[in-house]
């Protein structure tokens, strides 16, 4: 019985057959791991494979490299790089090949080659990892899956990795934003946030100032999402930032800048009208507030105003030149 046919008895419901299935994986990474993991990556970039051996292939190697026991991650972490540099290379080729080849989601490939990196990486191998992902990301020859399971590997990477090698990706990951890729992007720069909230901030802040359109206006929707998850704590970058990002950005004469500002004070507002909804509720039934509001819309009211009225002048004005000119 080969490999493949192995693996997909991993989910059989019959019972004897799956732990006949973990008997044969769990003697084989016994016997010689690094020989058994170069057979799994194979089964894991076959493209032919069924999704299930894919999978469970995938599996197999990310337990091989990880742990949610410190200790034992350390092990593992240290054990691959004992692993000749041959079969380590060939593993690595095999992983990334895969990506963006599978249909089941979240992508085994992308979680195996974080994995790998989250060991490499501090250890100043595989030096190529981040531009090879870059260029996956950003090639418009890329498929949408091949840069959604590249950034869904970047986002492990970040979430694993320490945080001088994860600042590092996280700042030249966004630097090199294509706007197909900008809704994954958001989604795990809200992962990094929550691991290093005043790094990520520095870096999407700085990216708001970019010459580079696409990515000033992704760095923009970047804040608006920050800002509706992690309200309670943006007291410490309002003032001396987000205030005057966001009305530089509504000042613009680009659209897509000037959209992204004024959507960030208008998910400021709907959040606070529902933290003075909840202020009510709790002082009616004789409690405090879980939540409090900071009134930021309040306080940036006489700025906002003024602004905003100057877009709507803009706007009428354009129709009726437009009008005008028909």
């Known amino acids: 019985m080969d490999l493949t046919t192995i693996l997909e008895k991993t989910v059989s ?51 091989s ?29 095999n992983i990334l090949s895969a990506l963006g080849t599978e249909t089941i989601r979240p992508s085994s490939a992308a979680q195996c080659v974080a994995y790998v990196a989250v060991a490499e990486l501090p250890q100043m191998q595989w030096p190529d990892l981040i531009q090879v992902l870059t260029n996956n990301a950003t090639n418009p020859a890329s498929t949408e899956m091949l840069r959604e399971a590249t950034l869904e590997a970047i986002g492990y990477i970040c979430q694993d990795i320490e945080p001088e090698v994860s600042i590092q990706l996280f700042n030249f990951s966004i630097s090199q934003l294509m706007p197909g890729s900008r809704k994954a992007l958001i989604c795990w720069t809200m992962k990094f946030t929550c691991l290093s909230p005043r790094c990520s901030m520095q870096v999407v802040c700085e990216a708001t100032q970019s010459s580079n359109t ?53 998910n400021v507002c709907e959040e606070e009208v529902d933290l003075s909804i909840e202020a009510s509720e709790a002082s009616e ?20 105003v003024p602004i905003l009225v100057q877009t709507l002048t803009k706007q009428v004005s354009s129709k009726y030149v437009t009008c005008a000119a028909v």
């Open 13 to 63: 419901p019959d019972k004897n057959e799956l732990e006949a299935a973990q008997r044969y994986l769990e003697q084989a990474a016994q016997t010689n791991l690094a020989e058994f993991l170069r057979s799994l990556s194979e089964v894991l970039q076959g493209a032919n494979n069924s999704p299930v051996a894919r999978m469970a292939a995938g599996l197999q190697i990310k337990n």
């Open 65 to 93: 490299l990880t742990s949610k026991d410190n200790e034992l991650r350390t092990q593992y972490q240290q054990r691959w790089l004992s692993f000749p540099q041959e079969a380590r290379m060939y593993i690595k080729n």
């Open 214 to 266: 696409q990515v000033r206006v992704a760095a923009l929707q970047c804040l608006v999402k920050i800002m509706s998850l992690y309200y309670q704590y943006m007291e410490h970058y309002m003032g001396p930032a987000l205030f005057a990002i966001t009305m530089e950005a509504m000042k613009s004469d680009i659209d897509e800048v000037a959209l992204q500002g004024i959507e960030f004070w208008s």
């Open 285 to 304: 039934q004789g409690r405090p507030p879980a939540r409090t509001s900071r009134f930021y819309a309040k306080g940036a009211l006489q700025y906002l």
